[in-house]
């Protein structure tokens, strides 16, 4: 696997980001304790990025050309 230029590989990252989705949808996005307070990082954008690393990890694991490719067959019906 491919490290990216913090050195941590493609399944380490969406381990990371799952955790941070994770700790989202169980404590909130942000929250305020007297004057202190925290947002975590973007829902949307979490998943997002979910979606571009489980997309590399099964190109990294597809040994085809079109490994991910579907064919439809469409008779005129």
Known sequence: MAEN???YTPQEQLNTVNEAIH???VTGQSYKIGSRSLT???LALLRTMKKELESELAT???TSLFGDTYVGVFDGR
């Open 60 to 62: 990294e694991n597809e």
């Open 23 to 25: 700790a989202i949808l």
């Open 5 to 7: 230029e913090l050195g």
């Open 40 to 42: 975590r990082a973007d």
